[in-house]
């Protein structure tokens, strides 16, 4: 999720942010998005080098078919499609910025990061409703491959949804 927040918040202001590179007539600026998306993508891949090197020192035994790879292939599209339509949209509605951010807020209660959608099972609209928030699909699939150690692929039917 913090990927997704710093792609999503870095890549809406890019085009904003490096305005004087978007004013040069020989400069393609779609790459302006894509350069905060690996930006984001760098810190993600630090604290995934921290997790395996704790694997590695014997900690948490990490599963062979950890997901990680997988899961990331899904995800950047969506974050891809998500910054292109916001970082167009900021330059005519420059409050989208501030929207953004009250969303992502909100959304990290809406995902379960920190609870599991488990505790709502007698709540089966609840649920439904929780499923509707496509970070609900990342953020399980994580935690399934790195806690449960249930691969990507026995949830194919999340993986056509999302």
Request: include cysteine; hydrophobic fraction near 50%; charged fraction near 10%.
């Amino acid at each position: 999720m913090v990927f997704f927040q710093d792609a999503l918040n870095g890549g809406t202001n890019a085009l904003i942010e490096y305005n004087y590179l978007v004013k040069k007539v020989v400069f393609k600026i779609s790459i302006l998005p894509i350069v905060k998306i690996i930006s984001a993508l760098s810190c993600m891949f630090l604290c995934g080098l921290c997790t395996d090197l704790m694997c590695m020192l014997r900690i948490y035994t990490k599963p062979l078919y950890t997901a990680d790879h997988l899961l990331l292939c899904l995800h950047l599209p969506f974050v891809l499609g998500l910054v292109y339509a916001t970082s167009a949209i900021v330059i005519f509605f420059r409050d989208l910025t501030q929207i953004i951010s009250i969303f992502l807020q909100v959304g990290v209660w809406l995902t379960p990061i920190m609870w599991d959608i488990n505790m709502l099972s007698s709540h089966p609209w609840l649920i439904k409703l929780f499923k509707l928030n496509p970070m609900y699909y990342v953020v399980t699939g994580y935690r399934d491959s790195m806690l449960g150690h249930i691969g990507i692929w026995n949830h194919a039917s999340w993986t056509i949804y999302f």
